[in-house]
């Protein structure tokens, strides 16, 4: 069995508007150092009526104590499934 391969990258949070509307704080990844998540985003919904100023101090209090976000994987074993 191989080990599960641990990716990490530097991030912070920020306040976008969704599709919908609604204030959603983002994860944006500082440098491209875990190849699975490129061209993805992570995002975070909030509960019905969070006003924009607590949408933003959420990203704040975020951005305050989080450093870094982290995947981790299964390395593929190279075996098929029976």
Known sequence: M???KTERSSCRFTVRQSADGEAVV???L???T???LKGTTIGF???GGTSLNQVK???DLLNEYILE???TMP????????
């Open 75 to 82: 390395k593929p074993t190279g075996g098929s499934a029976s």
């Open 30 to 32: 500082l440098h491209e």
């Open 45 to 47: 919904g909030l509960l």
């Open 26 to 28: 983002i994860v944006e």
């Open 57 to 59: 101090k959420i990203a």
């Open 34 to 36: 875990i190849p699975s």
């Open 69 to 71: 976000l982290f995947v």
């Open 2 to 4: 191989s080990d599960p």
